[in-house]
């Protein structure tokens, strides 16, 4: 219907269109994707999400384009002043064995008691757990357009964007932080600025295993409406 738009077979429909709602070709495009979002696949995709724990993903992971496609999807997300107060640290392959040995040399550095070697050997395996790791760093600006905590928020949704997009190409995720998050050795070895912090560690692989569900809030729980006519005398207490 586009190209039949644009090769000029209904210009008469079109600037009748045109003089009410734009260019028809932008009325179409929106009407695509309006119609796209409104797919019951969708909707069941989103009510099915769930996540998977990184025991449980294993290879092979993304490849170079799927996982191009998992960065670039994953940050078209709400961005107040268009900051970009974000960034990724991708690690595959051998990069997760060098990640490992950073976290056990921060937990050397950082636990109170010395750790056994079974915890250590756990730090080194930590991002052999699955075959992608995607780190999400908050990077707020420091003068920003947008307040800090749209900032954050912009982070938080990236992490969620990230997950949906993989897992709508057929990966399960997991979106955790763990103590490493936390931890200023991993923080410094990783090249974080003073005002960048993890917004977590997204774990993408196949699962070998689906949890089922977890019990979710109770709508009602958390609805409130607010009423039509004069404002309550309560509001503002
Ligand atoms: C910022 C953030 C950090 C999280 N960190 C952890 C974590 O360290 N360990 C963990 O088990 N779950 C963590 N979670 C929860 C998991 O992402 C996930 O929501 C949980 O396992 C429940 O699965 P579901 O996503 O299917 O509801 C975190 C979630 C968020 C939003």
Redesign the pocket.
């Known amino acids: 219907m586009r190209t039949l738009v644009q090769s000029g077979h209904c210009n008469k429909l079109a600037s009748t269109i045109a003089r009410r709602h734009g260019p028809l070709t932008a009325v179409i495009d929106n009407f695509m994707v309006c119609t796209h979002l409104m797919t019951p696949a969708v909707l069941e995709f989103l009510a099915a999400?769930?996540?998977?724990?990184p025991d449980n993903l294993s290879g092979p992971g993304p490849t170079d384009a799927e996982l191009l496609k998992i960065l670039t999807t994953g940050a078209r997300v709400p961005d107040h002043k268009k900051l970009a107060p974000w960034r990724f640290i991708v690690f595959q392959g051998g990069a997760r064995a060098s990640a490992g040995e950073v976290f056990a040399k921060a937990c050397l550095a950082e636990e109170k008691e010395p750790p056994s070697p079974v915890r250590l050997e756990t730090e080194r395996q930590r991002f052999q757990r699955a075959p992608l790791v995607i780190a999400v760093v908050s990077n707020v600006k420091p003068k920003p357009g947008a307040p800090e905590w749209e900032q954050v928020l912009s982070a938080?949704a990236l992490?969620?964007n990230v997950c949906l997009t993989a897992n709508a190409l057929g990966f399960a995720t997991?979106?955790?932080?763990?103590w490493i998050?936390y931890s200023p050795a991993v923080k410094t070895a990783f090249g974080l600025a003073d005002s960048e912090r993890f917004?977590?560690f997204l774990y993408v692989g196949r699962a070998s295993e689906i949890?089922a569900?977890?019990d979710?809030p109770v709508i009602a729980d958390i609805v409130q409406r607010w009423p039509d006519g004069p404002v309550p005398a309560t509001a503002g207490r």
């Open positions: 999400r769930r996540s998977v724990k938080g992490c969620y997991n979106w955790i932080t763990e998050a917004a977590g949890p569900d977890r979710r």
